[in-house]
């Protein structure tokens, strides 16, 4: 994806006129942001339902935070023919622009922040550091992306596989997660 450039994306899409993608998005980051920001709104729409629910729900604070995170975005794949395509491409742009060390990625390209889920976040993280917080946090999206995308294509590539169970494979992302979200502070060696 890395050395991809607009006009090779205008030809693979069948458009007869390739600076119309320059035109429009100005450049690959341009065009990457568009396709975040038109699938992470609808996402967020759907997160907003899970974050009411938590206050329904006997969820502890880690299962809360990663069932707001995964949920939404597994309702997404399941209601809308783009969602896994638009996972495996925020799988893909997670391994091109993060390098763990930034709180963004390197190019252009950004994830809108959402303050509810941040909320759930922090009640989930309330005894570590932000330092730490923050890492962790780091870790259960890239982690998810990267997971969500594996299950639905190993599902699609593979029905008879072990792992092909998406619902399955998707309560055991969530009970790592939640893992991630419950574990006391690490001790700095």
Same mark, same amino acid.
């Given at each position: 994806? !890395?050395?991809?450039?607009?006009?090779?994306?205008?030809?693979e *899409?069948g458009? /007869?006129?390739?600076?119309?993608?320059?035109?429009?998005?100005?450049?690959? !980051?341009? #065009?990457?942001?568009?396709?975040?920001?038109?699938?992470?709104?609808?996402?967020?729409? #759907?997160? !907003?339902?899970?974050?009411?629910?938590?206050?329904?729900?006997?969820?502890?604070?880690?299962?809360?935070? *990663?069932?707001?995170?995964?949920?939404?975005?597994?309702?997404?794949?399941?209601?809308n023919?783009?969602?896994?395509?638009?996972?495996? #491409?925020?799988?893909?742009?997670? +391994?091109?622009?993060?390098?763990?060390?930034?709180?963004?990625?390197?190019?252009?390209?950004?994830?809108?922040?959402?303050?509810?889920?941040?909320?759930?976040?922090?009640? *989930?993280?309330?005894?570590?550091?932000?330092?730490? +917080?923050?890492?962790?946090?780091?870790?259960?999206?890239?982690?998810?992306?990267?997971? #969500?995308?594996?299950?639905?294509?190993?599902?699609?590539?593979?029905?008879?596989?072990?792992?092909?169970?998406? /619902?399955?494979?998707?309560?055991?992302?969530?009970?790592?997660?939640?893992?991630?979200?419950?574990?006391?502070?690490?001790?700095?060696?």
């Amino acid at each position: 994806m !890395d050395a991809v450039s607009l006009r090779e994306i205008a030809v693979e *899409a069948g458009q /007869k006129n390739p600076n119309a993608l320059q035109y429009h998005f100005g450049d690959r !980051d341009g #065009l990457l942001q568009a396709i975040i920001d038109k699938h992470s709104a609808q996402i967020g729409l #759907l997160r !907003d339902a899970y974050i009411r629910d938590t206050q329904e729900k006997k969820w502890s604070p880690g299962e809360a935070a *990663a069932r707001c995170l995964v949920m939404p975005i597994v309702d997404y794949m399941e209601s809308n023919g783009d969602g896994v395509n638009f996972v495996r #491409l925020v799988s893909q742009i997670a +391994a091109v622009y993060q390098n763990g060390t930034a709180s963004g990625p390197a190019g252009g390209v950004h994830f809108p922040r959402t303050k509810s889920l941040e909320a759930v976040f922090n009640r *989930a993280l309330v005894a570590v550091s932000s330092r730490e +917080a923050r890492r962790r946090i780091y870790l259960v999206v890239t982690i998810t992306f990267h997971t #969500l995308a594996d299950i639905y294509r190993t599902s699609q590539q593979t029905p008879t596989s072990p792992v092909a169970n998406r /619902k399955l494979m998707v309560d055991q992302l969530i009970c790592l997660l939640e893992s991630f979200f419950s574990a006391p502070p690490r001790q700095v060696r």
